[in-house]
């Protein structure tokens, strides 16, 4: 996925301004992930005079992922208003959530991480912060 859809994807869509600069993406301490120093990851990610670095979040950092926030959520509350009996129907309920969803929910799922971040900036980074969402 990283190798044949991140790195492509940020390769071809950031500015070519960005090719000397570095560019870090975050990813959670999940086990599925990759280490940060990773050979292949790392051998792409500085091919063609790029420099795209991989980082680890810190353990108990908070979650500032957008779609875990808010995102998944509404399409899901979307979604649970039908009834699906297979999987077909589940998958064709998620996309219908998907395309009902308003930009203005979408709007105030952003809102919402900028306040996370706001608060754990006055909070010092501390990872203790809970958020009522």
């Known amino acids: 996925m990283i190798i044949d859809n991140v790195i492509p ?10 090719k000397k600069k570095t ?5 959670d301490n ?3 992930h990759f280490s940060d120093n990773d050979a292949d990851i790392v051998a792409l990610g500085s091919a063609d005079d790029w420099n795209i670095k ?3 979040q810190p353990a108990n950092s908070p979650d500032l992922n957008v779609l875990d926030l808010g995102f ?15 999987i077909d129907e589940l998958i064709n309920c ?3 959530a998907f395309h009902q969803l308003e930009a203005n929910t979408l709007d105030n799922v952003f809102t919402t991480l900028q306040a996370c971040m706001e608060s754990i900036m006055l909070a010092d980074g ?5 958020y009522l969402i």
Not at 9 to 18: D, E, H, L, N, V
Request: no cysteine.
């Open 9 to 18: 994807a940020i390769k071809s869509k950031f500015p070519p301004a960005y």
């Open 23 to 27: 560019i870090y993406v975050q990813q």
């Open 30 to 32: 999940a086990k599925p």
């Open 54 to 56: 991989f980082k680890a």
């Open 72 to 86: 998944f959520n509404s399409i899901q509350s979307l979604q649970h208003e039908a009834s699906p009996h297979t």
């Open 94 to 96: 998620v996309q219908d």
């Open 126 to 130: 501390e990872d203790a912060i809970k």
